[in-house]
């Protein structure tokens, strides 16, 4: 990571220019320019206004170009028609990073957003980074930038909020005031038509100031980049989410705000999910859990135990908890025993614990203690409740040493308002959570494990291949081509079961036969019992027209009902295509349960699965999961126990447990299938039946997108980053994965970097020599703090890639790694090989490859900086066709690139 971040200038500026700052004390642009002249900004601050001479008696500049020296950031008010030609002005004065309050844009209507399509392109056409238009501004504390037309600056501290609303902003500003809460960063998007959530989270990845993220979001402009800041964010810095929107009314008026778009709600809660972070439904909630998970105590698990005073607050909590998904913890023999040692023989022998209304601070020592030593036990809140016996200040003072020294997250609840000011306040010196009230404590709780797992989650990378099976690709892309043919979308059944057998989803043998005497026929060739399905492109569900009879059990009652099937048919649809009637097997599973699983896709998002029950009343039960490709066994197992009927595939009474293996195997093969085929537009495979023995889809009905099924065949040269573009997650690039011989005759493992690499990663550069330290990281005593080394090994494979090199014990020998510079079309590139492995050939393989992986993800130039005296590196780089100049910056440093356009030549 160079030493400044690219958006330094922006969020850390030496110098600025209000441009549009004006005298009238009541505007919006003197609120501005006032509020960063009296903020504490260190560096200068100019006004820009052709109108002015001087304001508030500094000198006022007609224009940008007249400032005595060029300034970092031009922080522009003036009126919605005149901001492009700002843009202009600001790039030829040498300024590229800008902050634009100015409203009157995309949220203004058809002419707004005109204004706002040509002050994006402005922007892009003479590379200047900007947050706006139409925000609050931005306030950084630390160095007393207060850039907004806030009433109140915010406390320094080291909380970042980014927000879409500035209203939002200024009210979470100014109520944190109030709380003593600080901030490092407050960033209002505004209509984010340059920097969005993705390059912010970035820089606030690298910020030292910042230790956790609070975002506010309405709608989302570009998927890919709001999920890969996330992930690559969460990995070192806990991030907690509010989104509004999750309900129609809502989702319209953000849409009218932000002018992004909003989505279904339970896409973006499945995609938080993959991304480490915890959502919060209030801005109460957002600043709570904020605080809880900066303290670093993470539970093992969500088994909470109460410890009260009175058994109301317990009840109440206890409610709480199964609302949010709690689990009220089982208390072990030796606790009970220990408890019923310490405590009064009418204690409440279970969990919550009520201590009695009597209780000394002894008594809640004596009770907090076998509560966190039970291995059952993942968490504890403690309630308190006013009374004679015991001071709010003596309870905080027992429970207190040991919540310190316990590695379990101990929360406390401290209901009522004078009674327990002085031990909620002690409790909150100490640094540890303090809440209000017993179902806010349990909120608390839920957010910490929701966080822990959302971690887990984090760290799953699945391939687009996660079946073991390869699929038969050829006779799923022909079989596509053969419905685009003639003019269809929708696949009829047979289609739809043949295209799933393509992936080895399990169907049973279908015929489609045109009339009785060919039904007969195949009845001998397929056997009885028999089930009939109408067969048309014109009807979506075989249902809404009794389209389909089951059990047929012989020739004569064959003939009959196909009679009556064609005949219902005809009457309910009569202006209906019929292609024939479907015939296939009956799959009689006596303990089969009816599941579905489907594929959508969002509008944010791009394709979903979803999962739950199926059969005929699916709209009616309304019981399923949302989950996002790529899936592997965990995310499956995930996402089928995230619905109600997950509870009815164990075993219960005389009936089988289903086979949860053939599920979660089938839920992978979906997810190849939506990888691999972007022109599968939407499915449902409905029902899925599965009982002890296996599943098999019984029916199925996908719909295609002509125009994407030979995409990749005709792409361009380049285009290979868009070949999962209908994904939000980039899947793990197993084809990357492959044996290499090096010259000497010895091999070498080569593949991409996984999250769980973190141990060998830190081995491998702990092995390192100073002087190969020093070489790699222009530092001879660099050592990989959790953060980097988070950041280094969990990475967004399709902007940047780190190749590994494993010899055959499986240890790490060396790294070539690409991550994306601010122009957007050009990466950097650092390699590193172990000493005792410098020599054979394997910084060159690696470069080889890396430059492979970077011309087809479509970068057009790759760059790095070498140091003068690395002569080694400086013969590789000649080898492979780099030119080479000295840097600007450092003459100690040669900086060495590379074109990678498609005609240029490939590295030798």
Same mark, same amino acid.
């Given at each position: 990571m160079p030493p400044n971040h690219y958006l330094e200038p922006l969020f850390a500026p030496a110098s600025l220019a209000v441009v549009g700052?004006?005298?009238?004390?009541?505007?919006? %642009?003197? *609120? /501005?320019?006032?509020? !960063? $002249? #009296?903020?504490?900004?260190? +560096?200068?601050? &100019? @006004?820009?206004?052709?109108?002015?001479?001087?304001?508030?008696?500094?000198?006022?500049?007609?224009?940008?170009?007249?400032?005595?020296?060029?300034?970092?950031?031009?922080?522009?008010?003036?009126? %919605?028609? *005149? /901001?492009?030609?700002? !843009? $202009? #002005?600001?790039?030829?004065? +040498?300024?590229? &990073? @800008?902050?634009?309050?100015?409203?009157?844009?995309?949220?203004?209507?058809?002419?707004?957003?005109?204004?706002?399509?040509?002050?994006?392109?402005?922007?892009?056409?003479?590379?200047?980074?900007?947050?706006?238009?139409?925000?609050?501004g931005l306030m950084r504390p630390s160095i007393g930038l207060n850039a907004t037309f806030a009433r109140h600056g915010a406390i320094a501290g080291h909380i970042a909020l980014v927000a879409q609303s500035g209203a939002v902003c200024a009210a979470l500003t100014d109520w944190a005031h109030a709380a003593g809460i600080g901030f490092s960063s407050v960033v209002s998007m505004g209509a984010g038509t340059d920097l969005d959530f993705g390059e912010i989270l970035d820089y606030l990845l690298f910020d030292e100031a910042t230790h956790s993220i609070l975002l506010y979001v309405e709608g989302i402009h570009d998927a890919r980049a709001f999920i890969g800041g996330l992930r690559a964010a969460s990995r070192s810095k806990p991030i907690v989410v509010q989104k509004v929107g999750r309900h129609r009314a809502g989702s319209r008026a953000a849409m009218s705000h932000t002018g992004a778009l909003v989505g279904n709600d339970a896409v973006f809660a499945a995609a938080l999910r993959r991304c480490g972070v915890v959502r919060a439904e209030t801005y109460m909630e957002l600043f709570s859990a904020a605080r809880l998970l900066a303290a670093g105590r993470l539970p093992a698990g969500n088994r909470l135990a109460f410890l009260t005073n009175g058994g109301g607050p317990g009840v109440m909590a206890a409610d709480c908890a199964a609302a949010r998904h709690v689990e009220v913890a089982r208390l072990g023999t030796a606790t009970l025993a220990a408890l019923d040692a310490a405590l009064p023989p009418h204690w409440s022998h279970g969990d919550p614990v009520d201590i009695i209304g009597d209780a000394t601070p002894q008594r809640f020592a004596d009770a907090l203690g076998p509560l966190l030593a039970d291995p059952g036990v993942d968490g504890v809140l403690t309630l308190f409740c006013p009374q004679i016996v015991t001071t709010a200040i003596d309870a905080a003072n027992a429970i207190l040493p040991l919540a310190k020294r316990s590695a379990k997250p101990v929360l406390t609840a401290w209901l009522g308002e004078a009674e327990v000011r002085e031990g909620r306040a002690a409790v909150e010196a100490a640094g540890m959570p303090a809440f209000q009230s017993p179902e806010s404590g349990v909120i608390g709780f839920a957010a910490l494990a929701e966080y822990r797992h959302a971690q887990e989650l984090l760290l799953e990378a699945p391939p687009p291949h996660a079946s073991p099976q390869p699929p038969d690709l050829d006779a799923a892309r022909a079989l596509a081509r053969g419905v685009a043919a003639r003019g269809a979308a929708l696949l009829s059944e047979p289609e739809s079961k043949a295209l799933l057998a393509c992936f080895g989803i399990p169907v049973p043998p279908t015929e489609v036969v045109a009339d009785a005497a060919a039904a007969a026929a195949a009845a001998q060739r397929l056997g009885y019992p028999l089930a009939l399905k109408i067969v048309s492109p014109d009807i979506a569900h075989k249902s809404d027209v009794q389209g389909v009879t089951l059990n047929v059990r012989d020739d004569v009652e064959l003939q009959?009902?196909?009679?009556?099937?064609?005949?219902?048919?005809?009457?309910?649809?009569?202006?209906?295509?019929l292609d024939g009637v479907a015939l296939q097997p009956m799959v009689e599973k006596r303990f089969g349960r009816e599941l579905m699983v489907g594929v959508a896709p969002d509008p944010v998002f791009g394709q979903v699965i979803s999962f739950g029950a199926g059969g005929v009343a699916v709209e009616l039960l309304r019981d399923n999961a949302i989950g996002l490709p790529p899936l592997n066994e965990r995310l499956a197992g995930e996402l089928i126990d995230r619905t109600r009927i997950a509870r009815l595939l164990g075993h219960y009474r005389h009936i089988p447990a289903a086979d949860r293996d053939a599920i979660v195997d089938v839920l992978m093969r979906v997810s190849d299938m939506v990888c691999a085929c972007p022109w599968i537009r939407e499915m449902d495979i409905n029902p899925l039946s599965v009982d002890q023995n296996g599943a098999v889809a019984l029916d199925a009905r996908v719909v295609i997108d002509a125009a994407a099924i030979d995409a990749d065949a005709v792409a361009p040269a380049g285009a290979a980053r868009r070949r999962y573009a209908h994904l939000a997650i980039h899947p793990y690039p197993s084809e990357l994965e492959r044996r290499e011989a090096l010259p000497d005759g010895g091999a070498v493992l080569l593949r991409p970097i996984r999250p769980e690499d973190a141990a060998i990663e830190l081995a491998f550069v702990e092995a390192l020599s100073d002087h190969s330290r020093y070489m790699r990281f222009f530092n001879p005593t660099k050592t990989l703090s959790p953060r980097l080394l988070a950041r280094l090994t969990q990475i967004d494979y399709e902007r940047e890639m780190a190749l590994i090199a494993l010899d055959d014990g499986g240890v790490m020998r060396g790294v070539a790694r690409y991550s994306p510079m601010s122009d957007g079309v050009s990466c950097e590139f650092a390699v590193t090989v172990a000493d005792d492995w410098q020599g054979r050939g394997l910084a060159s393989l690696m470069m080889r490859c890396l430059i492979d992986c970077a011309r087809a993800t479509g970068y057009e130039r790759i760059v790095g900086s070498v140091l003068g005296t690395n002569h080694n590196m400086h013969r590789l780089m000649a080898r492979l066709g780099f030119a080479v100049r000295r840097d600007d910056d450092d003459p100690a440093v040669l900086e060495f690139s590379l074109a990678l356009a498609a005609d240029a030549p490939a590295a030798a």
């Open positions: 700052a004006g005298q009238r004390a009541d505007s919006l %642009a003197a *609120a /501005v320019y006032r509020n !960063l $002249r #009296d903020g504490g900004f260190c +560096g200068p601050v &100019h @006004a820009v206004n052709p109108k002015y001479t001087e304001i508030a008696g500094a000198p006022c500049y007609p224009a940008l170009a007249a400032l005595p020296q060029p300034v970092d950031l031009a922080v522009v008010v003036t009126p %919605a028609p *005149a /901001v492009a030609g700002v !843009l $202009r #002005d600001a790039a030829r004065a +040498g300024i590229h &990073h @800008a902050l634009v309050l100015t409203a009157g844009f995309g949220e203004a209507g058809a002419a707004g957003r005109a204004l706002e399509a040509e002050v994006a392109a402005t922007a892009r056409a003479h590379r200047i980074r900007m947050i706006g238009p139409n925000c609050l009959r009902e196909f009679d009556l099937l064609v005949a219902r048919v005809r009457s309910a649809r009569p202006q209906a295509r």
